[in-house]
């Protein structure tokens, strides 16, 4: 057990819909990541919060938003669904976020189907 | 952009041969290079990391190897065991400025009896 939780486990929903993911980050981890894994694909950057801030982007779609809250947890928000958008979801944590880089913290993943 | 590639895609070996994964990364202000392990249904596990300042890692079976100069990194696994079999990430970043945690594309081990 990483320590890292992620809700919902599974999500299927339809096209256009919109649906949230919540991460609960390892106590005391400061940051926050979130990742995109599609069917043999590898992890997909998408965006990186450190201590409520943004600190980094990747290839996030304007269609999706993530913000973290002041209890240091994150939701990921998916909008206008697309079938491409099907993939496993992860949020990983980590202590630091600025000069120290270490280990990431993988939650178990979030499996979105979109029909 | 940062960008790390991973070889190869797939790799097959017997119980007890040794396995070897590739990687090479864009951005030469890395400076951090995680190997992470995901097993069947479960998030990335880290399982050894090299800092620039070092050559080579070593932990029981598996070690690292760093060559800057080249922007590749190694991972090999010893006397391997099914149990090895998994998908293998290798990923850079940076402990200064803007911070990414870039992942290679993934190397799936198959280790057979």
């Known amino acids: 057990d990483s320590g890292v939780t992620q809700t919902p486990k599974h999500l299927i929903t339809a096209t256009g819909q919109r649906v949230t993911l919540r991460c609960s980050p390892r106590s005391g981890d400061l940051s926050v990541y979130w990742y995109q894994q599609s069917l043999d694909q590898g992890l997909q950057f998408l965006i990186q919060y450190y201590n409520g801030e943004e600190r980094a982007k990747g290839n996030i779609l304007e269609r999706f938003s993530a913000q973290q809250f002041p209890d240091l947890h994150s939701e990921l928000n998916l909008s206008s669904l697309e079938l491409g958008d099907s993939a496993l979801y992860f949020c990983a944590s980590s202590v630091a976020g600025g000069q120290n880089t270490g280990e990431l913290f993988f939650g178990e993943g979030s499996r979105l189907t979109v029909l | 952009g940062e960008n790390v590639e991973q070889h190869p895609s797939t790799l097959s070996v017997q119980e007890g041969d040794s396995a070897v994964i590739k990687c090479t990364y864009s951005d030469s202000a890395s400076n951090y290079f995680p190997w992470y392990k995901q097993e069947l249904g479960k998030g990335p596990q880290l399982i050894i990391d090299i800092r620039s300042n070092v050559g080579e890692k070593k932990d029981q079976r598996i070690a690292v190897t760093l060559n800057k100069t080249a922007k590749h990194f190694s991972l090999h696994i010893t006397e391997t065991q099914p149990e090895d079999s998994a998908v293998y990430f290798c990923?850079?970043?940076?402990?200064?400025?803007?911070?990414?945690?870039?992942f290679g594309t993934g190397t799936r081990l198959k280790v057979l009896a």
């Open positions: 990923a850079a970043s940076k402990t200064s400025g803007t911070y990414k945690y870039i």
